[in-house]
């Protein structure tokens, strides 16, 4: 006799409680981990979904007191037992119950009521039909001679024409087919993402205007990372494509994804939300035609079911999507691509905490899949695992149409400001600005401000004000105070520079709104458009935008970060960056990365087209590093620099840093337990040699009226940190002084 260790699917997430149940015998072989079943559950054995997490020999208790498991849902065996895998991997290695895992793996699971669409199918022949037609006529049965006539022209004909146009009943459908003249066929329609409806409807597109991305020749460079790739595909492995701004990586997945293909597999292609825009997928529908999907955040879950639910019938073969296309149930993968793996969207915000690449690293692994990221600025992580042997490094160094980089000037605010110019138009740009509007091209403005928290800073001479203890900057609080987000230390706001005495010191307060005017009135007869949060709230705000300054609407896009990602628009020659640094000083350890990865991008918007493009950087530290690098395009000069920050501080890639975040409505209740937790987690964590740092107040210290803090860990080791993790959340589950607070952990 065999016994199951199944996980019953009830919302209560922290009651994740596994239950045994006997395996009838005709399930014995074929039950595996992972299967979805249906078991009698609770007093009136009422039918429950539930998942097999494990198969025994070994009863836990009298046999004679387990219940029999229903039946499997065979509709969902196969993929399902590898990505049952990959959600145990995920809850272990971030932290999660399993059913939180499951959840995140397996969305398909609340299963939706599928559309159904009916349709009539003539079974004989055309010359019999004819025949059977006369003979109808000849009796006056004018509805059956009706049917069969319009089935004598069409073979099949969709019900809905039927009972509407047609005007038959039931009453003349059911002789018809008694008599084996014709059948009546059910087909599961499955909901479409609009976007692709749109690009159906449009017949694939025939603007020849867009980059087709299926025609071009693939050039030297890109043939060989291919090639490379390619070749290699008997031996999975993990590649790093290093491929500058414009070096063409779309049209290199294509082509790997056309080789997957080939081989009869499937593929996963990851995009950053913000890239789906209808002129990215264009380019694959135009090669892969309705074999490709796409996910995105806006679908409802019944849409997500549909799309997975056709991965798994092997209707489709390419999924594009954010970071949850991730957990496509293909039956054979062969391939995930991550594009823009730096991008900070392919962490999950919700526990599991997981990100993304290192996920997508483990279900190649399982699958036995390659997995491609891509990046003109790879993440510190991917650089390092290049290094490190994790991954092999291809590089496309220049652009693809041949293009050069675009041209850098960098501009000291600072010296703005001592010439008398405290605008926050350099004149510089200034400058540039006008020409291009006279030669008629067009020019983004982008504010930096990524993560902007209030830091405070002096205009005069650029410095700005850090923790004693953390080497990140202090943000300022309304009452006046600033605080370490990372330690909890606080002082007093200052009122004078304390490096050079200037009063002109505080936090920076432009925002998109106030640039906007300003251009305004430097320039009134240019064409401006904002894009912020503020103007993209309605659903497609952000793609309409864009759509109106690529068709050349607008002569300037001012904008954050949103402005700077991806997009591809020939006629920008100029990209002026604001004030550079202002995401230098976030609290975040990741600060000067994610500047150089902003800077590079924004840079990389200019000159796409045939005009050689020009970037003004403004900043108040124009000798950072991270912004000299970025000035000079320079990546590995700047990986190297931040690499020695990084092993100096332990922090990740060098080490491994775990946040344990703690949250709850109870502000004096929160800071005791987060007071105890950092306690025991400092008892546990010595034992190992792991520094623990706070309790302190997280960035955003409440939310929704909830209190949120967070205690860090750091050890050079994943491992010795997830021991650590497991440790503490038995005490969290064990101590009844946690019911009213929620503690969630986040590695790296
Ligand atoms: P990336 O994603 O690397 O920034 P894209 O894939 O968007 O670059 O390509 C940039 C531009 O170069 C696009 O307009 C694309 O159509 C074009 N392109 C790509 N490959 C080639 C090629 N082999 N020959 C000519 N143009 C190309
Ligand atoms: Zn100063
Ligand atoms: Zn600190």
Redesign the pocket.
Known sequence: MLYADIIIDISHSRLDQTFQYKVPEELERVLEPGNVVEVPFGRGDHLKKGYVLQITEHPACPPEKLKRIGRIETDLVGAESKLTALALWIRDYYGSSTVQALRTVLPFREKAAPKKKKRIVRTIPKEQALEFLEVFRKKHQSARARLLEALIEQPELPMEIVTGSLRITQAVIRPLEEAGMITCETDQIYRTPAVLEELKAQGGGTDGAL???SG????EQ?KHVVDVICGSWEHPDGWLIH?????????VYIELIAYALERGQQAILLIPEISLTYQNVLRFYRRFGERISILHSRLSQAERYDQFERARNGEIDVMIGPRSALFTPFPNLGMIII?EEHEDSYRSETTPRYHARETARKRAQLEGAQLVL?S?TPSMEAYYGAKNGWYHLLE?PS???GGALPQVTTVDLRQELKEGNRSILSRALYGKMRQRLEKKQQILLFLNRRGYSGFVSCRACGHVLKCPHCDVSLSLHRGGRMVCHYCGYTQEAVKTCPKCGSPFIGGFKAGTQQIEEIVKKAFPQARTLRMDADTTRGKDGHAEILRAFGNREADILIGTQMIVK?H?F?NVTLVGILAADLSLHVSDYRAAEKTFQLLVQAA?RAG?GKEPGEVVIQTYDPEHYAIVCAADQAYEPFYEQEMAYRRLSLYPPAGSMMAVHVSGADEEHLAVAAGYLAKFIRQVSGRCEAAVIGPADEPIAKINDVYRKAIYVKHENTKKLIAVKNIVEQYIEMNEGFREIRVQFEMN
Do not use: M
């Not at 071009?216 to 050039?219: A, D, I, K, S, W």
């Not at 491929?243 to 779309?250: A, D, L």
């Open positions: 980059p087709d991305g071009v020749q693939l050039n890109q491929g500058v701004t414009g070096s063409g990586k779309t049209a594009d891509g003109a496309l652009r693809a149409t991806g591809d020939p990389g796409r």
